[in-house]
């Protein structure tokens, strides 16, 4: 159970001063989730903890800006890692990366060969951060895992290996392509009929639940097909989509069902921790890859790419060559299931537009009655609503922004083509001649992101 009290004061306060961004943390602690939560205690408890950050995010104190960084958080992470947040096998990898030290068990991280040695690496605050949030889990009153007495039913973890509940239902994938899969269910033959639901929900029905069959249509839908019996099992063969799915057998029991345990099935593993970010003119594209996914296919600004794990490793990442526009990219991985390739969920990540670069030269023309400032603009896109400021400092300094001189020519709602230069003719501004050295520099505003290009500033300055 989440003990509120206890989380605000082991967990919000000593997030304390945190502004801007949260540091990095330990996700069990952040989220207060033990990992031997099923499904169902997991959707709840997290839906629990989301509701208690909004409230606390209006309170009239530190923890208010503490919760919003949360909250911020917590959509990047979804938005990131999508459905994996609701599956407890994720929050069970997430504890073998906390800082706790435990003893090596098969398949721990002790049994991977070891890292080639190299200089020490300096103290990093962030393992600091990490273990302080782990401390405060651990401080936290909970019974321990072996002692857990949850009152309801959850599915049955499966790490994309085949699973059974004892004597109970077991499932296994056999082939699978693109996004449909072909799953094996085998449960005792018992001489009661047995309808074996499926739904990427967890479900809401305890084992042994007695209901009726519309409230079991409500959670999941029937599989079809005829089992057959082999060697004293009764076997079925069902196409089903890729990603998490829960299965519950129900007994017929007159006109309503009882259910059995449920269990759950992953097939094709999303990516996770999916990030674009912008490099140079092009974008580059990286992520975690799932356990078993041996390639992927991408998507962004209409190209469509594929990479292998090895192309990948080899590139350090998936490289778009043009992405100034910017985008959304998404991402699947495949993983082999069977003689198949069974495709995954897409996960996206946003890239926002890239600046306009405007670039300017300035001129002085001289005619009879005096000089003229020739303002020379070259947009590298096109570009319609620019604001044109033209600011004069005296002194030895280049002005950063525009008060830090004095306004001597505006020219809004410029209009700009890709690559041709746009010449503006202005009266040369008037400079006393003890105002010397003085500087002169262009300043643009637009109803999106631009990035002046200035000139030479020996072109800019006069002594």
């Known amino acids: 159970m989440f003990d509120a009290a206890r989380y605000d004061r082991e ?24 990992p031997a939560m099923e499904a169902a205690e997991l959707a709840r408890h997290l839906t629990e903890i989301r509701a208690w950050w909004r409230e606390r995010a209006r309170a009239p104190d530190f923890r208010a800006e503490v919760c919003k960084l949360l909250i911020r958080a917590d959509e990047e992470l979804r938005r990131t890692s999508g459905d994996a947040l609701d599956d407890p096998a994720w929050w069970r990898e997430q504890a073998h990366l906390s800082p706790v030290t435990e003893e090596p068990g098969p398949g721990s991280p002790a049994d991977a060969p070891a890292a080639a040695e190299g200089p020490a690496r300096p103290h990093d605050w962030r393992s600091d951060v990490r273990a302080q949030f782990w401390s405060a889990l651990a401080r936290l009153d909970r019974a321990p895992a072996g002692q857990a007495t949850a009152t309801t039913a959850g599915p049955v973890v499966v790490e994309e290996e085949p699973r059974t509940d004892g004597d109970g239902l077991r499932v296994e994938e056999t082939t699978a392509a693109g996004d449909r899969a072909r799953v094996r269910l085998t449960w005792p033959d018992t001489g009661v009929a047995v309808r074996v639901r499926c739904s990427p929900r967890p479900t809401p029905i305890v084992d042994g639940a007695v209901v009726d069959t519309e409230q079991a249509d409500q959670w999941g839908a029937v599989l079809p097909g005829e089992p057959v019996r082999r060697g004293g099992h009764l076997v079925l063969e069902a196409d089903v989509g890729t990603g998490y799915l829960y299965y519950q057998p129900f007994e017929a029991d007159g006109e309503r069902e009882r259910a059995g345990r449920p269990v759950g099935l992953i097939i094709a593993r999303p990516v996770r921790h999916l990030r674009i970010d912008r490099d140079g003119d092009g974008a580059l594209v990286s992520w975690e ?21 090895s192309e990948y490793t080899a590139a350090n990442g998936l490289r778009f060559g043009e992405a100034r526009a910017g985008g959304d990219v ?9 003689e198949g390739l069974a495709r995954s969920a897409p996960v996206s990540a946003s890239l926002s537009p890239a600046p306009a670069v405007i670039a300017y030269d300035l001129k002085r023309k001289r005619r009879l009655a005096g000089a003229d400032l020739v303002v020379t603009l070259t947009a590298d896109r096109d570009c319609a609503g620019v604001d044109l400021e033209v600011v004069l400092t005296v002194g030895e300094f280049m002005p950063r922004d525009p008060g830090d001189g004095r306004r001597v020519a505006r020219r809004p709602g410029l209009t700009l083509t890709a690559g041709t230069p746009l010449r503006l003719t ?3 501004p008037e400079v006393g001649r003890d105002e010397r050295p003085y500087w002169i520099r ?9 990035a002046p290009d200035d000139p030479d500033p020996d072109r800019m300055r006069t002594r």
């Not at 000593?14 to 330990?26: A, E, F, N």
């Not at 262009?442 to 631009?450: K, R």
Request: overall charge positive; proline content about 11%; some cysteine.
């Open 11 to 34: 967990v919000l306060r000593p997030l304390r001063g945190t502004h801007g961004h949260l540091p990095p943390g330990d996700l069990l602690a952040r989220y207060a989730v033990d």
């Open 289 to 309: 890859w799932p356990q078993r996914a041996t390639s992927i296919e991408a998507e962004f600004a209409g190209e469509r790419r594929a990479m292998t794990r």
């Open 330 to 338: 998404v991402v699947r991985a495949f993983t082999p299931v069977g």
């Open 426 to 428: 202005l009266p040369w």
């Open 442 to 450: 262009c300043f643009f505003h637009a109803p999106f992101d631009v």
